[in-house]
């Protein structure tokens, strides 16, 4: 069964502070996607990572992908409060389409 | 249109009640997904679309559960005889093309109660 674990689950910064979320994964996939989910709002894509090594950045926010480790991370720089949201990666099933999501990252950051 | 819009956006149902729930993807839109979130947690994949074939239903908890996309394009989630642990938001999702490395674009989701 393919699982998928993201740490911290809660995050708690300061503005201008650096973090990293982690997402582990626990079967074979090149395919791994983050989103963002704002209260009561719908899941934004914030990167698709098709490939081992892949880097991807957006503004402040910079995702990796180690298939080999089957771990994905979500780097963010000098945080600013409009980033405040639940963060969730999701592996897409090598053998299918079906998307099998973490329990998403709160992050709250403090002006 | 300009997103994935669902309806209604919030639901309240009596237990055993039937309820349907409303998704208009993207036009074109090839690929339709629904998905179950219970609160503080991730999306729980339910049914897959591809065009008006329903190709994976995999994720539907119970044969309470019924989806349809008659003609390619909107998709209904039926729900019936509704019981308290059916309570959770439900996403709609759809993307371009059948692909398995595009993006998928969200709907607002219903947020279903029973009580």
């Known amino acids: 069964e393919l699982k998928v674990e993201q740490n911290p689950l809660f995050l708690s910064m300061q503005e201008g502070k650096n973090y990293t979320i982690y997402c582990n994964y626990s079967t074979t996939s090149d395919r791994l996607y983050w989103y963002r989910q704002d209260p009561g709002k719908s899941l934004e894509s914030l990167f698709v990572?098709?490939?081992n090594g892949a880097v991807k950045q957006e503004g402040r926010l910079m995702a990796s992908l180690d298939t080999k480790a089957r771990l994905s991370t979500l780097h963010i720089t000098a945080a600013v409060h409009d980033l405040s949201a639940t963060y969730f990666c999701?592996?897409?099933?090598?053998?299918?389409?079906?998307?099998?999501w973490g329990a998403g990252t709160k992050l709250i950051i403090k002006p | 249109g300009a997103g994935v819009s669902q309806s209604p956006r919030y639901k309240v149902a009596k237990r055993g009640q039937d309820v349907a729930l409303r998704c208009d993807p993207i036009?074109?839109?090839?690929?339709l997904f629904w998905y179950q979130q219970a609160l503080g947690q991730g999306p729980e994949f339910l049914t897959y679309f591809q065009n008006e074939a329903q190709l994976d239903k995999s994720g539907l908890p119970s044969d309470r559960f019924f989806a349809e996309r008659p003609e390619g394009s909107v998709s209904t989630l039926k729900i019936q005889r509704t019981q308290q642990e059916d309570s959770a938001v439900y996403l709609c999702?759809?993307?371009?093309?059948?692909?398995?490395?595009?993006?998928?674009?969200f709907g607002s989701g219903t947020q279903l109660s029973v009580l």
């Open positions: 990572l098709l490939s």
């Open positions: 999701a592996v897409e099933l090598d053998s299918n389409y079906q998307l099998i």
């Open positions: 999702a759809s993307r371009p093309g059948g692909a398995t490395n595009e993006k998928l674009f």
């Open positions: 036009s074109g839109h090839v690929s």
